[in-house]
């Protein structure tokens, strides 16, 4: 990935991007569990508390792992798609069996129901991450608005909608990551493009529409839209 320095008030990085406590440690953004191996070089980091960088790990490979098998329509480890997720499931058994537990047939076609809260937390958190590197900006509480979901059950309308970002005239803050990225592109209005983070594993796009703006596309599968008013 192309590094973009940040120039923005330092202040804002000397609290945990996540729950604005004391910060220790530095934490990727995505998790590296929702990439491969080679990992892309410069991926983004975050300051984050002890908790904010471990805290979540269960529920990120809950999630990584609940993606690949409802990709594969399996939980057996050798039908997954992903080395990364293969190798989880074949050491963390439990873990398989909760994601077996809850596949439904639905017209022929296996899914895997996903446990709401997990998600809504990684979900979360990596939109907080992405708002503080992109943006400069310090999302700590809990989005207003959370949408997820498959990307191809939207509708043509909500999928152009979650592609294309709103124009506005509104700026990111001077120094962050995303006024850089406008400054080089020369546009006089805030649209920025998505940041391919590892192909067909993950993307985003953070941006100031209507309010802090964060979406999310992991392994072309699952979108998120995260929102601060
Ligand atoms: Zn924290």
Excluded at 21 to 29: A, F, I, K, Q, V
Excluded at 74 to 92: G, M
Aim: one cysteine or more; proline letters at 7%; charged letters at 25%.
């Amino acid at each position: 990935m192309q590094q973009i320095p940040n120039y923005g008030d330092q202040r804002t990085l000397e609290f945990c991007a996540f729950c604005r406590g004391e910060t220790g440690t530095r934490d990727h953004c995505p998790s590296k569990v929702f990439l491969d191996e080679p990992y892309p070089e410069n991926l983004p980091v975050v300051p984050a508390c002890r908790n904010g960088n471990s805290g979540f790990s269960a529920d990120e490979e809950y999630l990584a792992c609940l993606l690949s098998c409802t990709l594969a329509g399996s939980t057996y480890p050798e039908a997954l798609p992903r080395k990364k997720t293969k190798r989880i499931l074949e050491t963390k058994p439990a873990l398989r069996e909760l994601i077996e537990q809850s596949r439904s047939e639905v017209g022929g076609r296996t899914t895997h129901e996903p446990i709401r809260d997990r998600v809504v937390s990684v979900l979360t958190k990596l939109a907080k991450g992405h708002a503080l590197y992109e943006l400069h900006e310090s999302c700590t509480h809990d989005p207003d608005e959370l949408e997820f979901g498959p990307l191809k059950l939207m509708s043509p309308q909500q999928r152009e909608f979650f592609e294309t970002p709103e124009f506005s005239s509104c700026w990111p803050e001077i120094g962050s990551r995303a006024m850089q990225r406008l400054l080089v592109q020369g546009a006089n209005t805030f649209a920025l493009g998505w940041i391919e983070v590892q192909s067909d594993r993950y993307r985003y796009l953070a941006s100031l529409g209507n309010g802090i703006e964060v979406r999310i596309v992991i392994d072309e599968y699952l979108a998120c839209f995260a929102r601060w008013e």
